[in-house]
């Protein structure tokens, strides 16, 4: 069979039962309602991954149905809301989205009403020749019907009978799309890293309050999620949003004013200050299961009362900055920045403001690439650590730009440099992972030792036993940084950032 | 893949119901299923529902193996796929030995569209005799239904008569007692008489006399599916779990 085994088609409205077939057929259709009215929710994650990979997943009562991609819907028995993936109860639905990425959580995109039936089309014989369902989902912005019919072997001619017939019923409603904006006109979807629009030739300082405003609003979407507590990756895109801003205070040097940009600075840190804590704690959290793994049975007893505390810590946290996230003040002050880079004329530029945008991306990037390379070249085994982990920020620094200014550039060749760049990030990333998390389990040693220096001897334990081994691994990720930066420091990819950002000027 | 053929050197002793309750309990037991339709009056068709497909001619059918897997349509029931009449006796003999061919290309093509059968029942056509030989050569078993009268019992000594003729393994034949009636003195002496003389060759179950059978030509679908509690229905289950139990053994 060459064509598609199952066709879904959506059409706006109710089902119509009287779906006129083509005059020449001698098929009957009939549908009969299986399930009369009850509630759904459409779950995905904030990210929306399941609608952007052509998914709908719809939760009603106690039982979970998929639309796949192919147009083939899978069901199982269960709840999703709240749920990892990894939490649902086994089943087809569960083994159908094992791609869904695993730190985010299922959370409701829309609600309303579902009705669900059977299709069958008949010969004169009163044979069924084409199978399928129909779906009619209610919501207060307005209805849509998906029905979904299946070729059955030998039965090809009247497949496309109904298949014809529906679709020219449905008119030109295509796809998954039509269901969301039936359904859910008003719901955005939300990107981490949305592309900022700016042209070549605008100014410096117009590029810049671009990129805030736009980190703003994309932070803010995150809080509802951290007041919720879905996932732990609101917070975390919250954060990043905000360092993006941080960023463009200090790498966009002179397009705001001096005096304007220590002000910011100060704003923006103060913004990032009281969630630093609960992301420590939950990526302690998101760790538990390889700690685990990385110690011997005897010693968990001590692993588990570390992370009891860290448990408890971690709730006290989250209501802290929940509660800050829902007061009146803190409303009060994001409005009031978000209100000044709306107007720029609230501004205070400094002397590279009028600079055009191109040729200032150019320059930064040219020089942070000059920078990472310099640095990069002189890391051997005697390095001490700390210029590795000064490697790291200008790497991120490096990524950062490039991220900001893609769009005035050919995108292929970003991602051919992007590519090992990400490798290398990934590295210093685990490299300073490890080194932050010994800081951290020391910490949490001395924290918990009694006034004269004395510590639990099953904590103590444990802490030492996983310190020793988180060095190991960072001495380990330490020799990697040389090769993954030769990778990156490739004739081709040389010969890009030339290409790319190095002006006659420089 | 099993081959189970319902044949019976006589006509009208139920083989083409037997096919069809058979086929699909099996379908219901969870087997792929494909039920072959020879009697070119399509009689298992009928009973499903599936019109009998054009006839193709001999020389292109099994060039073309896409024509072949073509001519295979859905039944109402899951798992269950029908072949409706449309084959030559010499066509089916090529189709019965590419079958057992795991590497032939007829079997490729049919695994490529999911037609990878467990079971193959085959509804034999009265007056089968050409193919006779071949058919006890490809089928893993064959069920033989026998009404319990004088005539039947002549008929199945010539079957098993031809069998020990041809050398043939008689552990294939697995008759049955068809269309009972234990009222009639006639039959109950007839099957004490038959088990006795046969003693393997004869399943215990037996498919009674029954309205509800007849009735199949009505609903045009198997017994179970509109007479579910029947003893009929049930019957019929159990012949099916009776040679289920044959067929396992056998491997
Ligand atoms: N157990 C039964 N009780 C009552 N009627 C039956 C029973 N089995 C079959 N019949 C009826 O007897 C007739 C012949 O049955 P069937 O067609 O199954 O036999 P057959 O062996 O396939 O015949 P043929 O040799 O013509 O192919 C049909 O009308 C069928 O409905
Ligand atoms: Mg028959």
């Not at chain 1, 913004?271 to 959290?285: A, E, F, I, K, W």
């Not at chain 2, 071949?134 to 031809?162: H, M």
């Amino acid at each position: 069979m060459s064509d598609a085994d199952n066709d879904l088609v959506v059409f706006p409205g109710a089902f119509d039962l009287d779906v006129a077939l083509q005059a020449d057929s001698n098929l009957t259709l009939q549908a009969e309602l299986h399930q009369q009215k009850k509630p759904f929710v459409i779950l995905d994650d904030h990210d929306q991954s399941l609608r952007n990979s052509g998914c709908l997943l719809i939760e009603s009562g106690n039982r979970l149905q998929l639309l796949q991609p192919d147009q083939v819907w899978v069901s199982q028995a269960g709840k999703g809301y709240g749920k990892f993936v990894n939490e649902l109860p086994d089943g087809p639905v569960r083994d159908s989205l094992a791609g869904f990425p695993p730190l985010r959580a299922l959370t409701e995109i829309g609600r309303g009403i579902i009705e669900t039936g059977s299709l069958a089309a008949l010969d004169e014989l009163q044979k069924t020749v084409v199978r399928g369902s129909f779906v009619v989902l209610r919501s207060d912005a307005g209805q849509v019907s998906l029905a979904s019919i299946q070729r059955l072997r030998g039965y090809d001619r009247a497949f496309e009978t109904v298949k014809g017939s529906l679709r020219s019923m449905a008119g030109p409603h295509h796809g998954l799309e039509t269901v969301f904006g039936a359904l859910f006109p008003n719901v955005e979807q939300y990107q981490a890293k949305p592309t900022i629009h700016f042209g070549k030739l605008e100014p410096a300082s117009e590029a810049a309050t671009e990129i805030i405003r736009t980190f703003i609003a994309v932070a803010r979407k995150n809080e509802a999620g951290v007041i919720a507590d879905i996932d732990t990756e609101f917070l975390h895109d919250y954060r990043v949003s905000l360092r993006r801003v941080r960023s463009v205070l200090s790498l966009f040097k002179g397009v705001f004013s001096d005096q304007e940009t220590a002000e910011l600075k100060r704003i923006f840190s103060d913004l990032m200050s009281p969630t630093g804590r609960l992301r420590d704690l939950d990526v302690y959290l998101l760790e538990r299961e390889s700690y685990f793994k990385l110690v011997p049975p005897s010693l968990h007893a001590g692993l588990g009362k570390m992370f009891d505390q860290f448990e408890t810590e971690r709730a006290r946290e989250q209501k802290k900055l929940s509660r800050r996230f829902r007061s009146a003040s803190y409303d009060q002050s994001m409005k009031e920045l978000a209100a000044q880079f709306d107007d720029p004329t609230r501004l205070e530029f400094g002397q590279n403001a009028d600079l055009g945008a191109y040729k200032y991306a150019c320059s930064l990037i040219w020089k942070r690439y000059r920078k990472v390379c310099k640095l990069a070249r002189s890391i051997d085994p005697e390095t001490p650590d700390e210029a590795v982990h000064e490697l790291r920020i200008h790497c991120k620094k490096l990524r950062y730009l490039m991220e900001f200014f893609a769009q005035l550039f050919d995108a292929k060749a970003f991602k051919t440099i992007i590519k090992p760049l990400k490798r290398l990030q990934d590295n210093l990333g685990a490299f300073n992972d490890c080194s932050v998390q010994q800081d951290a389990l020391l910490a949490f040693a001395v924290q918990q030792s009694s006034s004269s220096g004395q510590v639990d001897a099953n904590l103590g334990l444990s802490v030492g036993g996983l310190i020793a081994i988180l060095n190991q691994r960072q001495q380990a990720e330490r020799e990697r940084v040389v090769s993954n930066f030769q990778h990156f420091d490739s004739p081709d990819i040389r010969e890009l950032f030339r290409i790319l950002f190095q002006t006659p000027g420089d | 893949m099993k081959i189970i053929a319902c044949y019976s050197n006589k006509g009208g002793v139920g083989k083409t119901a037997t096919s069809v309750n058979l086929a699909y309990a099996c379908a219901q037991a969870g087997m792929r299923v494909l039920l072959c339709d020879l009697d070119p009056q399509g009689a298992s068709g009928f009973y499903l529902r599936v019109k009998p497909s054009k006839k193709l001619t001999e020389a292109r059918f099994f060039e073309d193996v896409k024509r072949f897997t073509k001519s295979i349509r859905a039944s109402d029931f899951k798992n269950l796929d029908v072949l409706p009449a449309n084959m030559t006796y010499r066509d089916f003999d090529v189709f019965l030995s590419r079958m057992r061919n795991k590497r032939s290309r007829l079997k490729k093509a049919l695994k490529s569209v999911g037609g990878d059968y467990d079971v193959i029942v085959l509804d034999c056509p009265p007056n089968f005799s050409t193919l006779s030989e071949n058919i006890f050569k490809a089928a893993d078993t064959i069920v033989v239904p026998v009404i319990p009268s004088t005539l039947s019992e002549r008929t199945f000594d010539q079957l098993v008569g031809f069998f020990d003729e041809h050398k043939l393994p008689k552990k294939k034949l697995r008759a049955f007692f068809s269309m009972v009636q234990r009222r009639k003195k006639l039959h109950v002496e007839t099957i004490a008489a038959m088990r006795k003389q046969y003693r393997k060759r004869f399943m215990s179950t037996s498919i009674p006399f029954s309205a509800d059978i007849e009735r199949m030509g009505l609903y045009r679908a198997p017994v179970v599916t509109y007479a579910s509690r029947s003893v009929a229905g049930l019957a019929y289950r159990e012949l099916f779990k009776e040679l289920k139990k044959g067929l396992d053994s056998k491997r």
